[in-house]
């Protein structure tokens, strides 16, 4: 009978232990990191609720293992039994969770009063006769009930939230919701503001010497091809010189206006006094037209007349009720007509001709009767439909050419951004009356 070796068989074993257990020339770990808890977020399945409503949180780890049940759940830094909270009074409350000793983020619950009364509002604060009167319903608790009210007018159910007016004075409503009854809501009335109508004033600083001009010249009978709301003023530049090379025989000192624009080159077209006419002009006809599409809120009416060598003349401004400006001022012009004189022209409008010979001009401006800048009107004058009236007595001015060729333009411009607001001519001999809508 052979005799077992234990010492032989024990080393052998052990020595077939440590080889099957290594595997591989590097050691190697396990990377627990993917398993850990290393934050956790909180939420609530409202943010916004009443007193006694209640809101119920939940408690997620990056896991996103839902530990909840074991969190602990602080409101404004006091412990709730549960997850779930019952506010007894309103305000606004912040939120926040601990697990394992990791902290939430806070989020923030609004609670809101109950509701106990609610409030009929109009959204406009002036009516006038046929506008849409848009009214809201509101709780006590900022909870909006519009479209769950009944608004009444003279007992009887409008039909929504908007109702419009039919006939001036006071009117009153009045809403309903649940049992709730609103207050009486008593909303004036009144007659349509004076509205007139409006015209753009177009301000051309041109020249005869000036080769792109025709361009803006061309715009401005594309305009008036289109529209007779456009009131267009040539402001010529230049030299007074003859043998200059930028000679005009109409050049007007306008330098203020130039001052007032910026103005970097010739041509330059204004719309209004602030608004640069896009190029190229005859392209943008729309641009000036789209200007004169609404209504004023002031009116002119021009009464020109000549006697011998004096110009006389009244200028009316009308004040509608909506106007606002509290610094008006006016100006006035003379224009001349029917100026024939050589036009330089690198444009290919007019045929391309250069020099155009006896070209036209037209709306040349040869005086101001005003500032350039305009005149103040008093603002005791700046009253709801009162009339503000400015009279003239003076020389046919000596640059004209031809008297019968003069035309009257007077506009107001807002004192403070230099806008015209409205503008309108008048040929001598006209009677006009405020063109009202």
Known sequence: MKTLNFPRVFILLFSLLIFSCGGSDEPTESNNNNNSVT????????????VNESVTFSVITNLNTDVTPIASIKVDGTSISGNVFTPNDDGVFSVSATFDGLTSNTITIVVNPLLTSIVLEASNSDIYLGDDIEFTVTGNNGENLTSQSIISYLNSDIGGSSYTTTSTGIHEFVAAYDTYTSNTLQVTVQEPPTKFNKRVLIEDYTGTWCGYCPRVAYGIE??????TDAVSVAIHRGSTSSSS????????????????INLEGYPTAMLNRT????????????????????DADLGLALTPSINGNTITLDVQVKFGGLFTSTNAKLVVYVLEDGLNFYQVNYTSYYGGQDPITNFQHNDVLRASLTDLLGDTI????????????????????????NASNMTVVAFVVDGNSNAALNVRAAHFGDTQTFEEL
């Open 275 to 294: 608004t640069i006419w896009n190029y190229p002009e005859p392209n943008n006809v729309s641009q000036v037209t789209d200007l004169a599409s609404d």
């Open 222 to 227: 594309l305009v008036k091809a289109q529209t």
């Open 245 to 260: 090379s930028s000679y005009d025989p109409y050049n007007y000192s306008a330098g203020t206006l130039e001052d007032l």
């Open 39 to 50: 934050n956790i977020s909180i939420s609530s399945n409202v943010t916004t609720l009443l």
């Open 378 to 401: 008093p603002s005791s004058e700046i009253v709801a439909d009162n009339v503000y009236t400015k009279s003239f007595s003076v020389a046919v001015p000596s640059n004209v050419a």
